[in-house]
């Protein structure tokens, strides 16, 4: 019994590290018990639109070295989602290290890179799955919460999610995010 409750222990604490991957800087601004205001500075991002489902592995073959300078780069966190012009869109940020000139160019013609400018975003965190309901309760939960404190919203609604497939839904850190006018 001993030897089972070790095991699964250990399994628990590796599925539910991150790996140590980088994250998006940002500086938290304002902050109560439901929602953080945070300052980001400008952010290079690869994006994809999401069609059935496919923007995951578009994203993960550009880091896994299929972009024409067969460069592999490391994961980073968040990989983020939402709708533009009617689009579900995915992204990964790009390391710190990279910039404009030196971020290796897609191969595949559907995988962009651009910079999200620098701005004031409102998130809730969440753990669990990150599925529609979870993400859908939340986004109440922050829409509500703006109103409440006239903060103006200036984007649709962001998915935001910082851990594997494989981490354990209670061990996941997920957001709500939009970006806003202060």
Not at 2 to 12: D, E, F, Y
Not at 21 to 33: D, F, G, L, P, S
């Amino acid at each position: 019994m001993k030897k089972i409750l070790l095991i699964l222990l250990s399994v628990l604490t590796l599925s539910s590290q991150t790996m140590a991957y980088e994250e998006a800087n940002y500086e938290v601004i304002k902050e109560n018990r439901n929602y953080e205001i945070r300052k980001y500075p400008d952010r290079l991002v690869i994006e994809t639109n999401s069609i059935e489902g496919n923007g995951f592995r578009k994203l993960f073959n550009y880091i896994s070295g299929n972009n024409k300078e067969n460069e592999e780069i490391k994961m980073t966190v968040p990989v983020t989602q939402e709708n533009k012009n009617g689009n579900m869109t995915m992204q990964f940020y790009l390391p710190s290290k990279f910039n404009e000139d030196n971020a290796p160019k897609p191969i595949n013609l559907e995988v962009k890179i651009l910079t999200i400018e620098a701005g004031y975003y409102a998130v809730v965190k969440y753990s669990g799955r990150s599925s529609d309901k979870n993400f859908l309760e939340n986004k109440e939960i922050l829409d509500n919460e703006l109103e409440q404190d006239n903060i103006r919203v200036l984007s649709p609604p962001i998915r935001a999610s910082y851990n594997s497939p494989f981490t354990l839904p209670m061990l996941k850190r997920n957001e709500v995010m939009y970006r806003v006018d202060l």
